[in-house]
């Protein structure tokens, strides 16, 4: 169990690196382990300021987890109004958000018995 945590957080990292690639806002990064019943190890949430923007960063997350890591999404949907698009990788999932739709579905809200660590930029 110990390899998989360790190949999450690594994945992990590289979609915060495509999200912040592409200047995604506030992006917040998920805890799920010690939820009982839980879906996937990690969420990482974050949002754009227009489809355009949301569906740059998919585009990004993709590109850069699939240089390192090396993964495929398991799942993708969403793309077609790029409203909030989803990208499963099966121990991490991805949110992303158009701002009004974020703040009207909340998912930290929904998630706030886990550990909610917010990512900063590093590159900057």
């Known amino acids: 169990m110990k390899k998989r945590s360790d190949e999450a957080e690594v994945l992990v ?11 995604g806002h506030d992006v917040i ?9 839980r879906i996937t190890d990690y969420f990482v949430i974050c949002h754009g300021s227009s489809v355009t923007q949301v569906d740059s960063i998919c585009d990004s997350v993709e590109d850069t987890v699939r240089k390192k890591p090396g993964e495929k999404p398991l799942h993708l949907e969403g793309r077609e109004n790029s409203f909030w698009v989803l990208i499963d990788y099966g121990n991490v999932v991805v949110h992303i958000f158009l701002e009004e739709y974020r703040n009207f579905y909340s998912l930290e809200s929904l998630w706030a018995d886990a550990d909610i660590e917010k990512m900063e930029d590093k590159i900057k």
């Open 13 to 23: 990292k590289s979609v915060v690196k495509g999200i912040f690639e592409k200047k």
């Open 29 to 37: 990064k998920i805890d799920l382990r010690k939820l009982e019943n």
